[in-house]
């Protein structure tokens, strides 16, 4: 799968993707400027079905593609799981839309989160909890993009 990691402050996450049967690797975490429902500038980091990922990315950027961004977006799959941070608050998004603000940081999302919450308690930052993530994770790999809001 994946594994996103967000320490306060960085959010970080690999680049491995298995769709189709197919190896792949692509950018899991970026910045949103003037998101949609937030009007402000996120940091985004998501796991699941690529297709889930595009389109709430889309969504988050107000962009007319496949969808009205009055709408919720229509996932193909159940398999979408989120992280949000805008400065002030982390949220967690999954494929039927539920927003839900998480209030412990750190936290991490996907196949290898125990490995790289555990790394996180013992103080490694968000681009040092998904590299010991790889260490254990099958599902987590490729190379590492870590990001900041400011």
Do not use: C
């Amino acid at each position: 799968m994946t594994t996103i990691a967000f320490d306060g402050t960085s959010m970080a996450a690999d680049s491995l993707t298995q769709d189709l049967g197919k190896t792949r690797y692509m950018t899991k975490v970026h910045k949103i400027e003037n998101a949609y429902i937030f009007n402000k500038d996120i940091l985004f980091g998501a796991a699941g079905d690529v297709r889930n990922i595009k389109l709430l990315y889309d969504w988050l950027l107000n962009v007319n593609s496949e969808l009205d961004s009055r709408e919720d977006p229509n996932f193909p799959s159940d398999k979408l799981d989120a992280l949000l941070w805008d400065g002030e608050h982390l949220w967690n998004i999954d494929a039927a839309m539920v927003l839900l603000k998480i209030d412990t940081v750190p936290w991490a999302i996907g196949s290898g989160d125990m490995y790289s919450l555990g790394a996180m308690s013992k103080g490694a930052n968000a681009e040092e909890a998904v590299s010991t993530a790889m260490t254990y994770d099958v599902g987590t790999g490729g190379l590492i993009k870590s990001l900041t809001l400011y």
